[in-house]
């Protein structure tokens, strides 16, 4: 079975703060990861990864992949409240060019003034 | 504007009774899909479809129907037979192109409660 895991589940950090979140998958045929947000309804989209070792960025957020170890890093720097969502990472798996994502847990990150 | 609509954004139901939720999309992506989500849980794949006239069961479709008889639509019909509705409901859809068919663009959900 398919299997993502996020840690840790909640935070809570205050303005100013770097924070790591973490995510670590065992599934067959692995395709992609990627990361959404959620602050209250729509996941929006942040970043798939494909490659190990290549870290994507956008502004302060990045993101890296470790195909060797089955884990992903979502890095976010200078914390604003407004980053105060759940942070969601989902694994594509399959042999299709596209298809199914399994989600974890998320993690719930509360950023105060 | 392109995007992923849902209806309504809050619904109630009574025991025993079938509802449908809404999914649209325009921006002509060929997979749909629908998930649930549940307090301190991620998201879970109740049903998708990659073409018209096809669909396949997720992890978690026993108590949910599904139809896609247009590219544009994907309803989702919670029966009787779920033992526990109550939940956010998300659609999803995704575009068939070379290194992106993973990313799935979501809609604002629905909050399903049977009273």
């Known amino acids: 079975e398919d299997k993502v895991v996020q840690s840790p589940l909640s935070l809570v950090v205050h303005e100013g703060d770097t924070v790591t979140l973490n995510c670590s998958y065992e599934?067959?045929?692995?395709?992609?990861l990627l990361w959404y947000k959620q602050e209250k309804k729509a996941p929006t989209f942040l970043f798939m990864l494909?490659?190990?070792?290549i870290e994507k960025k956008s502004g302060r957020l990045s993101s890296i992949l470790d195909k060797k170890e089955l884990f992903s890093i979502l890095n976010i720097t200078a914390t604003q409240t407004g980053d105060s969502a759940i942070y969601l990472c989902?694994?594509?798996?399959?042999?299709?060019?596209?298809?199914?994502?399994?989600f974890g847990q998320g993690t719930i990150l509360t950023v105060h003034p | 504007d392109g995007g992923i609509t849902q209806s309504p954004k809050y619904l109630f139901r009574k025991e025993g009774q079938n509802v449908t939720l809404s999914c649209e999309q325009n921006?002509?992506?060929?997979?749909m899909y629908w998930y649930r989500q549940d307090p301190g849980q991620g998201l879970r794949l109740i049903y998708y479809?990659?073409?018209?006239?096809?669909?396949q069961k997720g992890d978690i479709a026993e108590g949910y129907s599904v139809s896609r008889e247009k590219k544009e639509s994907f309803p989702l019909t919670v029966t009787s037979a779920q033992k526990n509705p109550t939940a956010f409901y998300l659609c999803?859809?995704?575009?068939?192109?070379?290194?992106?068919?993973?990313?799935?663009?979501f809609g604002p959900g629905t909050r399903l409660t049977v009273l």
């Open positions: 921006l002509n992506h060929d997979a």
């Open positions: 599934v067959t045929n692995f395709r992609s």
């Open positions: 999803a859809s995704s575009a068939k192109t070379s290194g992106k068919g993973d990313t799935q663009y």
């Open positions: 479809s990659q073409i018209v006239n096809d669909f």
């Open positions: 989902a694994v594509g798996v399959g042999g299709t060019s596209y298809g199914k994502l399994t």
């Open positions: 494909t490659s190990s070792g």
